[in-house]
Nanobody, 117 residues
Framework: QVQLVESGGGSVQPGGSLRLSCAASGSLFIIYTMCWYRQAPGKQRELVATVTSRGGTSYARSATGRFTISRDNAKNTVYLQMDSLKPEDTAIYYC???????????WGQGTQVTVSS
């Protein structure tokens, strides 16, 4: 098992940037696929970005070109760099770990991101 703790959320104006971090406990972090999801008020939770254990990345269409996911296995941490933020990026952002067959291992508690002028 793993425990995930997000940080780095906050309020920013449109066009601004934020970097989210997700620190994981345990020694199995290196084998997990790590994901960032988000959930806006009244909407379903959606997958934003994924980084595999080998470093391969993928993004939702809404995040492509603006967000960058990365991982530092030495620090057991995954990051989400968010640039050119828009009001529609406002949501609670959750970190998620998946095992080698895609099953959820754990979720973080979430961190609020608010983009507003």
């Amino acid at each position: 098992q793993v425990q995930l703790v997000e940080s780095g959320g906050g309020s920013v104006q449109p066009g601004g940037s934020l970097r989210l971090s997700c620190a994981a406990s345990g020694s199995l972090f290196i084998i997990y696929t790590m994901c960032w999801y988000r959930q806006a008020p009244g909407k379903q939770r959606e997958l934003v970005a994924t980084v595999t254990s080998r470093g391969g990345t993928s993004y939702a269409r809404s995040a492509t070109g603006r967000f960058t996911i990365s991982r530092d296995n030495a620090k057991n941490t995954v990051y989400l760099q968010m640039d050119s933020l828009k009001p529609e990026d406002t949501a609670i952002y959750y970190c998620n770990a998946k095992d080698y067959v895609g099953r959820d291992v754990d979720w973080g508690q979430g961190t609020q991101v608010t983009v507003s002028s």
